[in-house]
């Protein structure tokens, strides 16, 4: 990855989309909204039944998740829409090469594909330090004290 990458390319670069594919739920927002129709998703539902509930639940399962990169616009739609956090920035180019001398297949290349998103994660700035100025958050007056707080979530690249 770091071959591929410009030292001098600022961390928050809307280089490539990431994929925190655990934070995924299939909810589709990302591809309705993306106005190139660039995003790629297949799924199938499956039923779990989990112990001691009344009922068994659906649960989305994801099958596929591309992005075209030849159609993308980089404006950042997918990545702001999303609920739960599943799409990042990373300041990567890690695109392939242009196919063959000739050119063919240059276009199918910028298709990406789950496997390749979820390698961008690593590359993934750290969100912002909160503002100190800031007032605090609904969630944090009203947690009770003690109580637990909130789970941890993708924190991005770690930094030194
Ligand atoms: S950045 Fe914009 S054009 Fe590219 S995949 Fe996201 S919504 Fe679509
Ligand atoms: S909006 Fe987020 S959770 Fe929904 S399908 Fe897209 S990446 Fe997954």
């Known amino acids: 990855m770091s071959d ?58 994801l099958d596929r998740f591309a992005i075209d990169y030849g159609h993308c616009l980089y404006c950042g739609i997918c990545v702001e829409v999303c609920p739960f956090d599943a799409l990042h920035w990373a300041p990567d180019f890690g695109y392939p090469g242009t196919g063959t001398p000739s050119g063919d297949g240059a276009v199918a290349e910028l298709v990406h594909e789950r496997e390749r998103l979820a390698d961008w994660l690593v590359d993934v700035p750290p969100p912002p330090p909160l503002d100190p100025a800031a007032e605090p958050a609904p969630e944090a007056a009203t947690r009770r004290p003690g109580g637990p707080a909130r789970p941890g979530g993708f924190r991005g690249r770690e930094t030194t």
């Open 4 to 61: 591929e990458r410009q030292p001098e390319l600022p961390p928050r670069s809307r280089g490539v989309i990431a994929l925190l594919e655990a934070n995924c739920t299939v909810c589709m927002l990302c591809a309705r909204e993306c106005p190139d129709w660039c995003i790629h998703i297949a799924s199938h539902t499956e039923t779990v039944q989990q112990p001691g509930a009344a009922r068994p639940r659906q649960r989305n399962v």
